[in-house]
């Protein structure tokens, strides 16, 4: 997870440190607090141009790359426009910041709160596609100041009436190309006809396309146009690797990293809050020394984390970036990227956390096999190439830990008092009959029994019962490796790729599938599992799958594994969905925009001819 907040702050990897300090900007002293508290020094380029203009009250157009520390500059001089004292109950919100997936809103509007904790009355809240009503509606009548969203579901609140834009004061638009691209202008055009004339407005895009000057040219009022460039060094100290891991098996593969890595101290990335608490207590179920911060853990329970990772009471720290922003730990050696980051900004600030007061560090990224893409984005980004490793084996952990025990073995001798040891060993050999035996084990080993060799038998069997590896189950342990590596390389079947698709699209990253291909474009199949439904957008409008699939999945609360084929024609597609619709479901997402056209969803009826589709892979997991 990145929510950009910032970049590095030490010098190392910021080569604006000589510029402004937070403190030049002028922040209201809560602000500056939290700004503190995190141990940001040195705002980004944006931040630094931003921030300044949005405080004087004037709008702002923002050409800013996601990883430029843009959620900071918006977020810092909309909580200063903030008024705790106003009543916010019944949803009448006094700022909201438009995003175009839950994912971004869900890092948005944790960045928020990372930066609202010295204003106790204000309070923060996100609303996306994809998860229940209750909780987001009953989160506004109790009363929230900002609300993070995605378009859509921004929409059905309004209509709703859980929410209401009277009082608003502060817009943003994040993302605002991607925003667009995904069919949301008709959206963002009736909640901005909704909030009051006079408000301020924060737009941040990638590029500055026609449709986007056109919205600025509209809602903002005298806008400053402020551009930035990336920031893409990385530190030359670490050694920078990745790995091609399978999404169900990352726990595995980080516990044998950590098991065979000889770093001081680890820290862990994740993308949200929510993995690293699952991945931190997963290491502390297998009796690692783990802990985890997020952006919800208190500024002094924070604080005593980082105290025991320092003092080595804890060697591997779980943490999502807003919560590492300013972390400076000499002892980490390690970096690794549980999730591969959103943009190579995030990276760079990631492996700056090792490698620092003159030590070297080492930094491995789990890739997963549909992932390949992002990794390359991020090298071409930072002009290197990162070195493919394999992950360790059960094998290798058995093999580094006895190393690590035959290394304490003279030392171990010099220390005496071993005449009791060395007494059982030698009853045990003098115990053997002197003619040897060969004897065969269960795993089919040969083994020659002997007064002289017998010892040595029983030492190596001493040294595996010491480092965990009691036979049959080592085995069985580096079977299943085997099997994840022949995986990782592409010798996946359909049923692992699907299992794999599902579990990230149910359990934790909201990430779509790709569309299966058609068989040879003819004809109407029917789903085996799961109906037909046909949307009213095709190739005449411009659609593409990934925004199709973004409008189901967001709009209409369905989860990527729902979303079989998707075949495009001229002035309609057709979309196997395996999870039945119930009529507020499909009312919501026939509400839904695709390409600036509603869709109007329905049971596909079955035309007995239609010409042939053109059937396309998920641009985001294409091959």
Request: charge should be neutral; charged fraction near 25%; avoid cysteine.
């Amino acid at each position: 997870m990145s929510t950009d907040s910032t970049l590095p702050t030490d010098a190392s990897t910021t080569p604006e440190a000589t510029g402004p300090t937070f403190a030049d900007l002028k922040l209201p002293a809560a602000l500056q607090a939290a700004v503190d508290d995190q141990g940001f020094t040195t705002p980004s380029p944006i931040q630094a141009r931003a921030i300044p203009e949005l405080l004087s009250g004037r709008d702002i157009t923002g050409v800013a790359q996601t990883g430029t520390g843009k959620t900071a500059a918006f977020a810092l001089p909309l909580l200063a426009a903030m008024d705790p004292a106003a009543s916010v109950t019944g949803g009448h919100v006094q700022a909201l910041v438009l995003t175009p997936t839950r994912e971004l809103a869900l890092q948005v509007s944790e960045a928020v709160e990372s930066f609202a904790t010295h204003l106790p009355g204000v309070r923060v809240t996100s609303v996306y596609g994809g998860s229940p009503y209750g909780p987001q509606q009953r989160a506004l009548r109790e009363g929230v100041h900002v609300v993070v969203g995605t378009p859509g579901r921004v929409m059905d609140h309004l209509e709703r009436g859980s929410m209401s834009l009277d009082g608003v004061k502060f817009l943003v638009l994040d993302e605002a190309d991607e925003m667009l691209r995904m069919g949301f202008a008709e959206d963002v055009e009736t909640i901005f006809g909704q909030a009051p004339t006079q408000r301020q407005v924060a737009l941040f895009s990638a590029t500055m396309p026609p449709a986007i000057r056109s919205v600025a040219a509209t809602h903002l009022n005298d806008p400053v146009a402020i551009a930035v460039s990336r920031q893409s060094s990385t530190v030359s100290t670490v050694e920078q690797t990745y790995a091609v891991v399978p999404f169900r098996h990352k726990v595995g593969s980080l516990v044998r990293v950590l098991a065979t890595s000889d770093a001081d101290a680890t820290i862990v990335f994740t993308r949200t809050r929510k993995d690293a608490e699952e991945v931190g207590a997963a290491l502390v179920e297998r009796g690692i020394s783990a802990a985890t911060i997020s952006g919800d853990v208190a500024q002094k329970e924070r604080e005593k984390i980082v105290e025991r990772l320092r003092s080595g009471s804890v060697d591997v720290l779980v943490a999502t970036d807003v919560a590492a922003r300013g972390l400076d730990v000499d002892r980490i050696g390690l970096v690794v990227n549980f999730d591969i980051p959103r943009e190579a900004e995030a990276y760079v600030h990631r492996i700056g956390r090792t490698g620092r007061a003159g030590r070297t560090g080492r930094a491995l990224s789990f890739v997963t096999p549909h992932e390949r893409g992002k990794l390359k984005h991020i090298e071409r980004t930072i002009r290197a190439q990162l070195v493919e490793v394999e992950v360790p084996s059960p094998r290798d952990v058995s093999q580094h830990r006895a190393r690590r025990l035959l290394d304490a073995v003279s030392t171990r001798i010099e220390s005496g008092r071993l005449d009791m040891y060395a007494q059982m060993l030698q009853e045990r050999a003098a115990a053997q009959d002197a003619a040897p035996e060969t004897t065969t084990t269960e795993a089919g080993d040969t083994v020659t029994t002997a007064p002289d060799a017998d010892v040595l038998q029983v030492a190596a069997a001493l040294l595996a019962l010491a480092v965990g590896d009691d036979g049959p189950q080592q085995r069985a342990a580096q079977e299943e490796h085997d099997r994840e590596r022949a995986e990782a390389k592409g010798g996946r079947t359909r049923e692992t790729h699907r299992a794999e698709r599902t579990e990230r699209d149910g359990d934790r990253t909201g990430r779509h599938p790709r569309a299966d291909r058609d068989d040879r474009g003819r004809g109407i199949r029917r789903p085996a599992d799961g109906t037909r439904y046909r949307i009213s957008v095709g190739h005449s409008h411009g659609a593409q799958p990934r925004g199709i699939v973004g409008a189901l999945t967001h709009e209409g609360g369905l989860s990527g594994s729902d979303i079989g084929k998707i075949d495009i024609f001229g002035n309609f597609s057709l979309v196997d969905i395996t999870r039945p619709l119930d009529g507020a479901t499909m009312d919501r997402i026939g509400r839904a925009h695709v390409a600036g056209k509603a869709l109007r969803i329905s049971v596909d009826k079955g035309a007995p001819e239609r010409r042939a589709p053109r059937t396309e892979r998920h641009p985001a997991n294409a091959r």
